[in-house]
């Protein structure tokens, strides 16, 4: 029961390889999965909050007040507040290595605001060595407020 000279490194070459192959790309696939669900919370979390800042404040309260009609009103200024709070909900967009933008729909006959963001994610692991990037959306719809 002796072993041969020869073959004494061979199980840890084997192991090397069976590290770099198998276990290293799995292991940044586990990393690259996890930080896409993560951005996606958070672009969700983002949408999801500009689009109850712009109800809040696309409701024309004083002809709610005076007539008990729901409309919209100051859309610019709607869109700017959306625009603005989803930027600051995403602060860590240059941490994370995202880009993420926000299109919004005022729906005056239904008097709904529609949110629709989209990031764009690199991936950090790539076979063919360039680094594609995966687009992630997040839709949310918010119906106005009034106090």
Known sequence: ??????????SLAWTAVFLITVLLPLMLLVIDGARLLYIRGRLQTAADAACEAAAWEAGDRIEYIDTGQTRLANDGYV???AQNTFASTLDERSRMAFSAGLAVTLDGASHQILCSASAEVPILFSAVG?????VIHANTIAALHFR
């Open 1 to 10: 029961m002796h072993k041969n000279v020869r073959e004494g490194g061979s």
């Open 79 to 81: 869109v700017e507040v």
């Open 130 to 134: 360039v680094a594609p990037q995966v």
